[in-house]
């Protein structure tokens, strides 16, 4: 049996007269109307991002742009998947709908930590840049406090 009815606000779908929930209603007389939960989702997923260090976000992009632009880099860092014995994954890197992406990113960045910061330690070593330097301090300040608590 039918308990709930969930769909945008349109009146052909949710509004008081002759719309697909109040023809339920009739058939289903307790059945909940839940008016655009989708949409609720995505904002409350969206401001609870806004209250994300905003340095997390730079270094998911930083990681996935340094990553993503050259084989030779990608060629570089899948040694170093190998020698940390992490599993071999691209590096994602969170899109323009921030709350969709930006878990999967996460999770992908600390299951392979320890192979990413000795990669970036390396990147330093042989040929820095402002980024790369960025992402490795970040790694090694800033990941520090949260993974040992």
Request: aromatic content about 10%; hydrophobic content about 40%.
């Amino acid at each position: 049996m039918m308990v709930g009815f969930s769909s945008d606000t349109t009146n052909a779908m949710a509004g008081k007269f002759h719309s697909v929930f109040t023809n339920l209603k009739t058939a289903i007389p307790g059945i909940a109307c839940i008016k655009c939960s989708c949409h609720m989702i995505h904002l409350s997923a969206s401001k609870a991002c806004l209250k994300l260090p905003r340095s997390i976000e730079d270094l998911l992009r930083n990681v996935g742009s340094h990553l993503s632009i050259s084989h030779s880099r990608q060629t570089k860092y899948k040694a170093f998947q190998e020698f940390f014995q992490v599993e071999i994954h691209k590096i994602l890197a969170p899109c323009t709908t921030r709350w969709q992406s930006l878990k999967a990113c996460v999770d992908r960045v600390l299951k392979q930590f320890s192979a990413l910061k000795e990669y970036f330690r390396l990147v330093n070593f042989e040929d820095p840049s402002k980024t790369s330097e960025l992402i490795y301090s970040t790694m090694e300040n800033s990941f520090r406090t949260v993974l040992t608590k």
